[in-house]
């Protein structure tokens, strides 16, 4: 270790002790008497080789023993996360770390396994420093990188903790390569030490990801609280155009709930190919996107909306959440029937934002509104799984998806963003126009975030909502959110004088219920529709398609079937691995829908009045 660092160190610990015994002796202790001091913890994370795509820790454990227990136990265990919040898989981060050593007093210390993530250190020492290698190799919004070019850092993936010390202040100093200059983070830095942070608790550091290395940086205010954006990669921008955009955005955003929590907020952009997809946390987010998220209106529009999901996660999630999403179990899955209101109903305000905001016309937005529902209703698994059993599974199902799973499951996102459309029409219906989603999110944050200072249970939230609404919501719970029965949409719709209108032609085209890719000359099946002509006469995923009819198939299959009717068999000879079938096809009809929101007529006043109030049409 350099000369240099280790005084760095010393500054910060002694710094941490008197900040320690200072509050301790506000609180009226007897000098004469002093109590033990207080335990901390602090991290020194340096990347020497990033080349190697390695990041070092030094976990530094101060006045533990009483805490932990490991005077009495004569041990002390240091655990890893297995999971990052935001993302609902178990990740086993432990699989990246090595090199674990221990030491006390200058001397180095025995320890092992007991767990999968789990590293017992046979002391009773109040003092001790862990150290450990994290291979870092996984650019991901959920993952750790390091390379020559950056760093980023998940905590869940970084940081190892003890379950005693998780409420107490954790110190983070961070060593950035020698060439590289920047650290972008939501944690508070400590005043007058380069790179060096405080959590108030495992659950903030945890919560507060670092962008590590040269990226630039611009700032804007929004709400009245500062904002920055750190932008790694090669990207061409206008600044002054994103500030502005930025900006229009998070307002938007910041009116819905109409009070902003943060004292500052941390977007970390990635421009990486292929680039995307987005985490949210406390008091920021990193988004990935690739080098062309600015170069067109359609993609500046889309990465808008990742912007606009992201940031209303500040409040929804993070702050309004459903009971079992924190404080978190780092070592288990934490359950909730609620991602569909916790993920979809942000993706829905995604949309709504952006509509608000300017983004999109009225007109756009109810395209938008009535392709999201065209959407779910052509997954066969809509059908088969509940919004709630699909967030419950989303640790088996949803983030381990297989050929399978659009037969057998249904996203929480892309339904419960259509839920949370149908909500804020309940809602607008049930209250004459005088409430919507925005006072169900204002009640769940004053109520439960500040006042209880709590996540709801299921129960709660269905109160909450039908309280908001003024009338009963069981249609949108019983049907919606608890079962895989169809949705009367038009129920919805009819009180902002609306209907959704299936416009896909019905023909006597056959339908053959494959999705196939082609590569080097060869069409491999890689999806079968549940209920279609293939599912039910025997392809399978993996076969690959021969001929039809004796044409060979090379490239577009679909070709080949065009003008075959609805009832006519085809015959399709697959290599199914490694040997040729025969198999008779009899095509069936056409199962997709294609929907658009049209005006019903004859609107009353009331539905023109409720529609302008759903739409922000002034
Ligand atoms: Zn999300």
């Known amino acids: 270790m350099k000369k240099n660092a280790c005084l760095l160190y010393l500054l910060t610990i002694w710094t941490f002790f008197i900040s320690c015994s ?43 023993a009483a805490a932990t227990g490991s005077k009495k136990n004569g041990y002390i265990d240091i655990k890893m996360p297995v999971w990052t919040p935001g993302s609902y898989l178990i990740r086993e981060y432990a699989k990246n770390v090595e090199g674990f050593t221990a030491s006390a007093g200058g001397k180095s210390v025995v320890s092992d396994k007991v767990s999968k993530n789990t590293w017992r250190v046979y002391t009773g020492d109040d003092n001790l420093t862990v150290r450990y290698r994290v291979y870092a190799n996984d650019l991901t919004v959920r993952t750790c990188f390091v390379d020559a070019d950056h760093g980023y850092v998940t905590p869940a993936g970084t940081f ?21 200059k920047k650290v972008a983070t939501g944690l508070a830095p400590v005043a007058g030490q380069e790179f060096t942070y405080e959590a108030p608790n495992l659950d903030i550091l945890i919560d507060s990801p670092l ?113 079992a999403l924190g404080p978190f179990d780092y070592e288990n899955e934490n359950y909730t029937h609620m991602l569909w209101l916790s993920e979809g109903c942000t993706s829905f305000y995604g949309e709504y934002i952006q509509m608000r905001a300017g983004f999109y016309s009225p007109t756009d937005y109810l395209g938008l509104v009535a392709n999201a529902i065209t959407g779910i209703e052509n997954q066969p698994g809509v059908r088969v799984q509940s919004v709630a059993e699909s967030s419950w599974d989303a640790w088996i199902k949803g983030y381990r998806p297989n050929e399978n799973s659009s037969n057998s499951t249904i996203s929480y996102y892309s339904k419960g963003s259509v839920l949370g459309s149908l909500l804020n029409l309940a809602i607008l219906a049930g209250s004459n126009g005088e409430r919507s989603m925005d006072n169900l999110m204002r009640f769940l ?26 009338r009963k919501l069981d249609d949108f719970f019983a049907v919606g959110i608890n079962s895989s029965e169809p949705i009367n949409y038009n129920t919805y719709f009819e009180p902002v004088g609306m209907q959704l209108v299936n416009v896909a032609a019905r023909t006597q085209d056959g339908f053959l219920g494959t999705a196939t890719v082609y590569s080097n000359g060869k069409a491999t099946v890689t999806g079968v529709r549940r209920g279609s002509a293939a599912y039910t006469s025997g392809l399978n995923v993996g076969d690959e398609i021969i001929s039809v009819d004796s044409v060979r198939v090379t490239d577009d299959l679909l070709k080949l ?28 009809q056409n199962p997709l829908v294609s929907y658009r929101l049209e005006p019903l007529p004859n609107q009353t006043p009331a539905q023109k009045a409720l529609y302008n109030k759903w739409l922000y049409i002034k």
């Open 22 to 64: 200072a509050m301790a002796s506000g609180l009226g202790v007897d000098d004469e008497n002093p109590p033990a001091a207080s335990p901390a913890v602090i991290y020194v994370l340096s990347m020497p080789e990033p080349q190697t795509h390695y990041f070092e820790v030094e976990m530094q454990l101060k006045n533990v």
């Open 445 to 470: 944050y004053t109520e439960y975030y500040k006042k209880q200072q709590r996540g709801f249970t299921d129960a709660e939230f269905r109160q909450a909502a039908e309280q908001t609404a003024g």
């Open 211 to 323: 962008e590590i290395g040269n990226h630039k940086t611009f700032t804007f205010t929004a709400a009245g609280v500062p904002h920055t954006v750190a932008m790694y990669g090669d990207v061409e921008y206008e600044e002054e155009r994103l500030k502005a955009d930025y900006k229009r955005i998070c307002e938007t955003a910041f009116s819905v709930v109409g009070e902003h929590p943060c004292k500052d907020y941390t977007f970390i952009v990635q421009h990486i190919p292929p680039g995307g997809g987005g985490l949210e946390h406390l008091n920021s987010t990193t988004l990935e996107t690739n080098r062309n998220a600015y170069s067109t209106e359609t993609n500046y529009k889309r990465f808008f909306g990742l912007v606009a999901h992201e940031y209303f996660h500040l409040w929804n999630v993070k702050r309004i959440r459903p009971i």
């Open 561 to 588: 079937i065009s003008g075959r009717r609805v009832g006519e068999t085809i015959n399709v000879i697959v290599n199914r691995a490694g040997f040729l079938r025969e198999i008779p096809v009899t095509l069936t």
């Open 160 to 180: 190892m903790y003890h379950e005693a010390l998780k409420d107490i202040p954790l110190r983070l100093v961070v060593q950035p390569y020698k060439t590289w």
